[in-house]
């Protein structure tokens, strides 16, 4: 069984920017690699993963986890997914069968939604990861340690793809004080 490594935190936190790292670390092959990204972010390119910083990756869009299937040919040994709180459910079949057959799997993505409950499949993908990487922002109020997620926007629907136009990292003070009074 292959590793795969768990990339994970809030908003801001340089989630894509360590997953294209480790992609650009990888001494494998580029043609022995598959990234790819949901279908529903669509905030920068369609053909790439982007960081907030500016990095980027080419990578498959795909609108659900079995979709990767079709796309693993005999030669891929690393599968690189961004978002991956949005692939739903399924995503953990997929994992573990990606990991039977010793492709190795490198995923990023937001641990808690923005009312600080966990986000889709990572609970569960955080058992099955055998490496755990949690990175930090910093908090856009006082700039301290940043875990949580604030959405500075009034909208009830659960998934609502932003940017900081939406969004915003806050460690716990700052992220409870927005969520009783609005701020």
């Not at 659900?64 to 030669?75: C, D, S």
């Not at 079949?93 to 490198?106: A, C, F, Q, R, T």
């Not at 926007?153 to 009783?180: A, F, M, Q, T």
Request: charged share 25%.
């Amino acid at each position: 069984m292959r590793d795969f490594t768990l990339i994970f935190g809030c908003m801001f936190a340089g989630k894509t920017t360590r997953l294209i790292g480790l992609y650009n670390e990888s001494q494998i092959d580029i043609n022995e690699k598959l990234a790819v990204k949901p279908l529903i972010d669509n905030r920068y390119s369609a053909q790439s993963i982007h960081s907030h910083g500016g990095l980027t990756l080419i990578a498959h869009r795909i609108g659900k986890a079995e979709e990767i299937y079709p796309l693993i040919h005999q030669n891929i040994k690393e599968v690189y997914i961004d978002e991956i709180q949005f692939m739903g459910s399924m995503i953990v079949e997929v994992i573990g069968e990606l990991l039977s057959n010793n492709i190795k799997v490198v995923a990023a993505g937001l641990d808690k939604d923005y009312l600080n409950n966990d986000f889709g499949p990572i609970p569960i993908l955080k058992k099955l990861a055998t490496t755990h990487i949690q990175v930090s922002a910093k908090c856009k109020v006082c700039n301290q340690q940043a875990d949580y997620t604030f959405r500075n926007i009034e909208s009830d629907e659960l998934i609502l793809v932003g940017h900081n136009n939406i969004y915003e990292p806050r460690c716990l003070e700052h992220w409870k004080r927005g969520e009783l009074e609005g701020l």
